[in-house]
């Protein structure tokens, strides 16, 4: 079975400081790894893929398959980074999502 | 439209009903997935569409749900005889590639609430 694990519900953080959001996943072979992003009433979108291996919005993701993680990293947070994010998981089936994280970035 | 449009955006029920939702994905889109976010909750598969067919249904929670793709284009997704646990964000995203490797486009959702 395939499964991502989002252990925090909620991330509160002043601008300005670092951000990183956690993502643990279960899966035994080689998975795709996403990031996805939904902001107050829009819906969700992608944000980044760990195969692509970029920096989007400042944000980036390291795939460790030693520590089965995927966590999502920005060094300086934003007001406007507030939002909800999803880590997903692509394996041999479709793609499965976590809770979710929401992130609030305080002035 | 340039993105994934579904209907209705709410949906109120009362326990019993038959509910319809609908989803018209980007044109030209292949693949078309329908997803159920409960509350507090990340979305979870329900089905998968290539073209018109259907290739994918483990994630349907009960013979209730049944979803259909006819045309290869639009789809729908009907519930029978709702239930309160049905009530849920139902979210329908396509992709431009086949299998399941593309990468998915969300519709804003059909929020459905049974009372």
């Known amino acids: 079975a395939q499964r991502v694990t989002q252990p925090e519900k909620l991330l509160s953080v002043f601008k300005g400081a670092p951000v990183e959001l956690k993502c643990n996943y279960s899966y035994s072979g080689s998975p795709e790894l996403f990031w996805y992003v939904q902001y107050s009433r829009q819906r969700l979108q992608l944000l980044l893929r760990h195969i692509s291996r970029e920096s989007i919005k400042g944000f980036t993701a390291d795939l460790n398959k030693g520590e089965t993680s995927f966590h999502l990293k920005k060094p300086f947070a934003q007001e406007e980074d507030s939002a909800m994010y999803y880590c997903?998981?692509?394996?041999?089936?479709?793609?499965?999502f976590g809770k979710g994280t929401m992130l609030l970035v305080s002035p | 439209g340039a993105g994934v449009s579904q209907s209705p955006r709410y949906k109120v029920a009362k326990r019993g009903q038959d509910v319809a939702l609908r989803c018209d994905p980007i044109?030209?889109?292949?693949?078309l997935f329908w997803y159920q976010q409960a509350l507090g909750q990340g979305p979870e598969f329900l089905t998968y569409?290539?073209?018109?067919?259907?290739?994918?249904k483990s994630g349907l929670p009960s013979d209730r749900f049944f979803a259909e793709r006819p045309e290869g284009s639009v789809s729908t997704l009907k519930i029978q005889r709702t239930q309160q646990e049905d009530s849920a964000v139902y979210l329908c995203?396509?992709?431009?590639?086949?299998?399941?490797?593309?990468?998915?486009?969300f519709g804003e959702g059909s929020r459905l609430t049974v009372l």
């Open positions: 997903a998981l692509r394996g041999y089936s479709t793609l499965t």
């Open positions: 569409f290539q073209n018109e067919a259907q290739l994918d």
């Open positions: 995203a396509s992709s431009s590639r086949g299998g399941r490797t593309g990468e998915l486009f």
């Open positions: 044109s030209g889109h292949v693949s």
